[in-house]
């Protein structure tokens, strides 16, 4: 089955500072999520972006699903942004299961 | 207000016993789907139903047990064959089966004693 990867696994951050976080995948894909885990554990949505490039205020996304790769941005780092991301995909072999990365957790520093 | 409940929040349990987990969504989805996951882990799909009366196992079904009579509702059992059950349970949907976007509940923090 398709293999997803998060790196990095842990990130410590400064307050202000900016981030990237990459989910690499094995297979080509028509879904793919990136999801942040707050420290209650509900999980909120951050991108449905199976290709092309989205924003969201100090977040931003890309995947380019010809080379199996997405990148979650976010820019001057809050506090509040800590937590865990997570990168699902769909696989189009596996059209049935939505497979979860082990995510990177961000921990950011005030 | 459209989204997913899950209840109770949190739940403890004595060993050897059942025990069932509420998901209600009120999204007009048709999937639906329970994942687990343990402390510092990611998830893994337990269960999931494309559809009313259709249910499907995960990659880690034993010991679970669903049920799915109705389009907004997906309940979980966690049986006593489960060895392992203390987890965080989370229940999700989607408009299709994998496909669109998914959205989850708030979740479940199961405790067995």
């Known amino acids: 089955g398709i293999q997803v990867e998060q790196s990095p696994p842990d990130l410590i951050l400064q307050e202000g500072a900016n981030s990237t976080l990459r989910c690499n995948f094995s297979?080509?894909?028509?879904?793919l999520q990136w999801f942040h885990q707050n420290p209650w554990g509900q999980l909120i949505n951050l991108f449905y972006i199976p290709s092309g490039t989205k924003q969201n205020g100090r977040l931003s996304a890309t995947t380019v699903a010809t080379e199996r790769y997405s990148l979650l941005y976010i820019s001057s780092s809050q506090t509040t942004d800590s937590g865990v991301y997570f990168c699902a995909v769909v696989s189009t072999s596996s059209a049935s299961k939505i497979i979860f990365g082990s995510g990177t957790r961000l921990s950011i520093r005030p | 207000d459209g989204g997913i409940t899950q209840s109770p929040k949190y739940l403890f349990r004595k060993e050897g016993q059942n025990v069932t987990l509420s998901c209600e969504q009120n999204l007009n989805h048709d999937a639906m789907y329970w994942y687990r996951q343990d402390p510092g882990q990611g998830l893994r799909l337990i269960y999931y139903s494309q559809i009313v009366n259709d249910f499907q196992k995960g990659d880690i079904a034993e010991g679970y047990s669903v049920s799915r009579e109705k389009k907004e509702s997906f309940p979980l059992t966690v049986t006593s064959a489960q060895k392992n059950p203390t987890a965080f349970y989370l229940c999700?949907?989607?408009?299709?089966?994998?496909?669109?976007?998914?959205?989850f509940g708030p979740g479940t923090r199961l405790t067995v004693l």
């Open positions: 297979d080509s894909v028509n879904n």
């Open positions: 999700a949907s989607s408009i299709r089966l994998a496909g669109g976007e998914v959205f």
